[in-house]
């Protein structure tokens, strides 16, 4: 029981009391506990990290890498797979590449614990390449050390915008990111 309860913590979200209620519904559902031994076994042969761009393949098919239909001189560098997701749901049609985190000296992660020389072997001067990390202190240190290294190897390097959400209230904006949105401002067309 400890042993499940330990590894359930290891999932991001899910706590000592979490870990223990998905536990006992296990234990007492043995249908829930067969289907949820299938699915792992689905996963474990169907899904696995493509090599290329850190995404993940289906059935040994990368959805970024293996679409000819996507523009191979864009790519587009996030922190985690969940951001890839999140990026392959939206329009965009360019390449992608995951580092699997961000550097954070607190944490010892430094630049070569993350997919940056896979990252670095992948550019030239034909690509362009979009950081779209996340806007933290981490985020930011990561992607001006992208930055400053690829700059004069790529044809073009940008970092997503920032500014306001959608639903946002500018009465409960922090000054930063409305100085960022009045900033990064667009036309009307």
Do not use: W
């Not at 209620?21 to 689905?42: P, R």
């Not at 409960?172 to 067309?189: C, F, G, H, S, V």
């Amino acid at each position: 029981m400890d042993e499940l309860i330990e590894l359930l913590k290891q999932f991001d979200g899910i706590g000592n009391k979490a870990a223990k209620k998905i536990f006992f519904e296990i234990m007492t559902s043995k249908s829930k506990k067969d289907k949820l031994v299938e699915t792992i076994e689905k996963i474990s042969n169907s899904y696995k990290i493509c090599e290329t761009c850190y995404f993940y393949r289906f059935e040994n098919l990368c959805k970024f890498c293996d679409d000819a239909t996507r523009n191979q001189e864009l790519i587009c560098v996030v922190s985690y797979i969940t951001d890839a997701q999140r990026i392959l749901e939206s329009n965009y049609r360019g390449l992608i590449h995951v580092l699997n985190g961000e550097i954070n000296l607190n944490k010892n992660i430094h630049p070569e614990n993350l997919k940056m020389e896979e990252l670095f072997a992948r550019i030239n001067k034909d690509k362009e390449i979009i950081l779209a990390l996340n806007l933290t202190f981490e985020g930011e240190v990561t992607a001006n050390y992208i930055g400053n290294k690829i700059k004069s190897s790529v044809k073009k390097v940008s970092r997503i915008a920032r500014g306001i959400p959608l639903g946002g209230v500018i009465d409960y904006i922090d000054n930063e990111t409305l100085e960022n949105a009045i900033t990064n401002r667009k036309n009307l067309k």
